[in-house]
């Protein structure tokens, strides 16, 4: 069992930046690629970043990409997404994952173990 937790959204003016944690505890945390999700009002579930088990490779959707940075602390146990630029349409709640293997993954399905979420709402 993996236990995982998000935190560090809030409410942020377009253009702005955020920092979102994700805590986990119990299967070691190095041996599995990680990832982060978003979910806006009314909307599926969509991949956003994706990383592999010792941080050495990295995937972002489009819309993001050049935007946001996920890195990870094998030592602390802890992912992170940096977000740069917020726009409104990033307005979401933000999940992270765990996955099954060390590769990279990109699908909802690929995920064994979620977070509870964090909101980042990006508005003037």
């Known amino acids: 069992q993996v236990q995982l937790s998000e935190s560090g959204g809030g409410l942020v003016q377009p253009g702005g930046s955020l920092r979102l944690s994700c805590e986990a505890s119990g299967r070691a945390f190095r041996d599995y690629a990680m990832g982060w999700f978003r979910q806006a009002p009314g909307k599926e579930r969509e991949f956003v970043a994706a990383i592999d088990f010792i941080g050495a490779n990295t995937e972002y959707t489009d819309s993001v990409n050049g935007r946001f940075t996920t890195t990870r602390d094998n030592f602390d146990n802890t992912l992170y997404l940096q977000m740069n630029s917020l726009k409104p349409e990033d307005t979401a709640v933000y999940f992270c994952?765990?996955?099954?293997?060390?590769?990279?993954?990109?699908?909802?399905?690929?995920?064994?173990?979620w977070g509870h979420g964090t909101q980042v709402t990006v508005s003037s």
């Open positions: 994952a765990a996955s099954v293997t060390r590769e990279m993954v990109f699908a909802l399905a690929d995920y064994a173990y």
